[in-house]
């Protein structure tokens, strides 16, 4: 039995990474091929299909940010599981702050132009970004806009204030309220279904911009259809969908103003995800906690 | 005579924020209706149609940032021009890292797909941006660029290193070698005349954005469609041009991968303009120098 089993689609890149820092590990994308392992660093759907009958297995190390593939199968007790964290800030800033100020700045109108329009563009200089969720990511994105001299205003479970947020909320309509333009960075947990619905959008200024980068299940989808056509909304980003791929033909796709990215906003650098494997490796043999342990309760 | 006149297209506006400060003015703008004044608060084209009759003129307020319509009719002798500066920087920052991250996330692509695309961006960490001018403009430019991890590098007259900027170079083609996006932000003058050109775009990497937000005269504009043509960049976004406005039916407007944003990247606000110039008066009043002064040798 191999103490390291990596099972993921690009199970060779993490083995040539893993070898060339000294780790000895085997790799497969089939999860059938795995008997057993102390180890995992794995993608969660596929760490789903093995979990529960891999009689050694005590540590599973996610080569992405969501585990809710995961968390579905149940997590059998004794067995931590560790979510990718910390490597996706920035990726995300720069996808944020690119579709916003693709937005104000009318970067597509501008590429079709046929004629000369001194029509000058919005700033984001002065206005309020909403950002829900207030860990790594959102702290990242938070800190960017906040160069660009935006507000960022952030929402939590527990509304502990977070460094890069001028204040944090706990009530979603209080935190909604004025803002002008809104992120999701929301994980997948009964909590946060649907957080993201029509009383929300209420409460935003007209006209602005909205970005999901979290999880699909956290907004209303129908509800965002709605807000672009009564203009309550200028534009939804939507990286991440209930259902993915979303099928082509989806009425979806011709919805005007909304832009839908297949969910690329981050992706998971083989170089940052066995970073962060070797980093909690180092933990686990000098037994202090690891980075981003999933609480099952919690869901994230 | 007026000691203040105001002589432009918005002079409306500007008396009713010079009065709500105090100052006594008058304004107008018909060229021809001005007499005299010891100050104005001119526009550089309509400034240019007074500046060698006025007997008591001192002093010239530009309300835009670029003053060479006013020093194509040279300045007489024993008169001071000062320029719009360090208002800019907030909307070129936004506009310069919008077209950037619309280009590397692709927002025009994402906006009319019709299919799931899981192609990640390209990312603007890591990368260089060259940025030719190091003045107030460049400079915050290349402060927002390294808040997403750019590098900035400089390219000025002197080659003296400003704060913000890695490194600033004097020699144009040891500046440019292997940067990955470029922006121009040169005034017009005979020294920055197609000053960007084929041999520049020779030493980028291939595929990145060159942005000019200077002025149009900076820029060998046959040598853009070429490099756009060749691959060598990915895109090229001009706000500004030799001509503007840019005629209909010009085939510039044709150009695959040209983006012509008609000279919007910056426009004087009024209340930063009235701003400068107080803080020009006082500066004036109390015989300390004044900020923004031309230099008609040098030309900006």
Do not use: K
């Amino acid at each position: 039995m191999a103490e390291v089993v990596v099972l993921d689609e690009d199970f060779r890149r993490y083995l040539d990474l893993l070898s060339s820092s000294g780790i000895d590990a085997v790799g497969t994308d089939d999860p059938g091929a795995v008997d057993d392992a102390e180890i995992l660093l794995a993608s969660p759907t596929l760490a789903g299909r093995v979990v529960h009958r891999l009689a050694s297995l005590d540590w599973v190390q996610s080569t992405w940010a969501g585990v809710d593939a995961l968390l579905a199968v149940g997590i059998p007790s004794g067995i931590v599981v560790t979510r990718l964290e910390g490597v996706f800030g920035t990726q995300m800033r720069e996808f944020v702050l690119g579709h916003l100020l693709a937005h104000t700045q009318r970067v597509a109108e501008r590429m079709t132009a046929r004629s000369w329009d001194e029509t000058p563009p919005a700033l984001l200089d002065g206005t309020t970004l909403g950002i829900m969720g207030t860990g790594s990511i959102g702290a990242a994105v938070a800190r960017a806009a906040g160069h660009l001299g935006m507000t960022p205003v952030g929402l939590s479970r527990e509304g502990r204030s977070v460094p890069g947020f001028v204040r944090v909320h706990s009530d979603r309509l209080e935190f909604a309220e004025g803002l002008d333009h809104l992120v999701a960075v929301l994980p997948a947990t009964p909590g946060t279904r649907h957080i993201v619905d029509a009383d929300l959008f209420e409460r935003l200024e007209p006209g602005g911009v909205f970005i999901n980068v979290g999880r699909g299940s956290a907004v209303d989808t129908p509800a965002v259809i709605e807000a672009l056509a009564s203009g309550r909304l200028g534009r939804a980003v939507l990286d991440v969908l209930p259902t993915e791929p979303l099928p082509d033909g989806d009425p979806l796709w011709q919805v005007e103003g909304l832009v839908i990215t297949s969910h690329t906003a981050a992706w998971s650098r083989p170089t940052d995800v066995v970073s962060v494997f070797l980093g909690n490796l180092e933990c686990r043999r000098r037994g202090e906690p690891m980075r981003g342990v999933i609480d099952p309760e919690r869901g994230y």
